[in-house]
């Protein structure tokens, strides 16, 4: 199993990024698959969800409205559409699953929100 994420960078405040969560060695489309994001001296927190049945999606509250995830089966890859970024939103973005039993993390993709 792995998860390669990419598509961070530096944006200015208001700016849009998607991020790109590629997996190998699983389907995403059969399992719930999560972002998660760690700021500086902060805990990692959940993001955004998308559930196996039906696709659907969950979201941090502090993200609700600007942030949309989804999936797209056919490249086996889960994104992440970011609107309207704030300052506060910057972090290292981590992809993350559980498949038969075990947790997996890709290693991150780093977001700078700033002026």
């Known amino acids: 199993v792995q998860l390669v994420e990419s598509g961070g960078g530096l944006v200015q405040p208001g700016g849009s990024l998607t991020l790109s969560c590629a997996a190998s060695?699983?389907?995403?489309?059969?399992?719930?698959m999560i972002w998660f994001r760690q700021a500086p001296g902060k805990v990692r927190e959940l993001v955004a969800v998308i559930d196996s049945v039906g696709a659907s999606t969950n979201y941090a509250d502090s993200v609700k409205g600007r942030f949309t995830i989804s999936r797209d089966n056919a490249k086996n890859t889960v994104y992440l559409q970011m609107n309207s970024l704030k300052p506060e939103d910057t972090a290292i973005y981590y992809c993350?699953?559980?498949?038969?039993?075990?947790?997996?993390w890709g290693q991150g993709t780093q977001v700078t929100v700033s002026s």
């Open positions: 060695g699983f389907t995403v489309v059969n399992n719930r």
């Open positions: 993350y699953v559980r498949y038969t039993g075990a947790a997996f």
